[in-house]
């Protein structure tokens, strides 16, 4: 069964103090994985695309690397706005556009 | 990237009652699909809704429960049946890229409190 779990749950850091999230997945056959930021009260928004190991995409103070049994998304000095939950998610074995997320990683950044 | 929207935003609702959530898309799209997000958790995949076809059910989720319209290529209902305060979530819709890897796009979601 397709699994993907995030760490930590919550992660609380001050303005300008670099980080990292994880995301790691067992999947049969990766076929893309995805992160999501997600703001409370709001739908999620697509950030990124990985496709395979040793992928990296930037996007602000966000980077985010595979390896084949996990994903990171590293943030960079850090700003209050950035204060979201992060979520990753992989498409389903069984059908492809059908996606799997994990329980997010909740970042706060204080000023 | 399509633009999603649903109706209503939010809604307060007494057990026993129904409610349908509407999604708006501002392009034609095969497929759309539905989730649940129940408070402090991650998005759970309720059904797949394809046009002129029945909607494919997650497992732990009915037709009875969930009833699915899919009308045309733009539009989408979810109706949430015989409510409790279980089903207290926020309700949202996604479609996928036109092309591979086909990432999901959301809309706003629909925040529902059963009383």
């Known amino acids: 069964e397709d699994q993907v779990t995030q760490s930590p749950e919550a992660l609380r850091l001050q303005e300008g103090e670099s980080s990292s999230l994880n995301c790691s997945y067992t999947?049969?056959?990766?076929?893309?994985l995805f992160w999501y930021r997600q703001d409370p009260g709001k739908g999620p928004e697509f950030l990124f695309t990985?496709?395979?190991a040793g992928e990296e995409k930037e996007k602000e103070r966000l980077k985010a690397t595979l390896t084949k049994k996990e994903s990171f998304l590293h943030i960079t000095a850090p700003k209050p706005e950035d204060s979201a939950t992060y979520l990753c998610?992989?498409?389903?074995?069984?059908?492809?556009?059908?996606?799997?997320f994990g329980q997010g990683t909740r970042l706060t950044i204080n000023p | 990237s399509a633009v999603i929207s649903q109706k209503p935003s939010r809604d307060i609702c007494q057990r026993g009652t129904s409610l349908t959530i509407q999604c708006q898309v501002d392009?034609?799209?095969?497929?759309m699909f539905w989730y649940r997000q129940q408070p402090g958790q991650s998005l759970t995949l309720i059904a797949t809704a394809n046009q002129g076809s029945e909607a494919t059910y997650e497992s732990g989720f009915v037709i009875d429960k969930f009833p699915i319209s899919r009308p045309n290529l733009t539009f989408s209902t979810l109706t949430v049946s015989n409510m409790s305060p279980e089903d207290s979530s926020i309700y949202l819709c996604?479609?996928?890229?036109?092309?591979?890897?086909?990432?999901?796009?959301f809309g706003p979601g629909t925040r529902l409190t059963v009383t």
């Open positions: 998610a992989v498409p389903f074995l069984q059908g492809a556009q059908k996606l799997v």
């Open positions: 990985l496709y395979s």
């Open positions: 996604s479609v996928p890229a036109l092309v591979y890897p086909y990432e999901q796009y």
């Open positions: 999947v049969s056959g990766l076929r893309g």
């Open positions: 392009s034609q799209v095969t497929m």
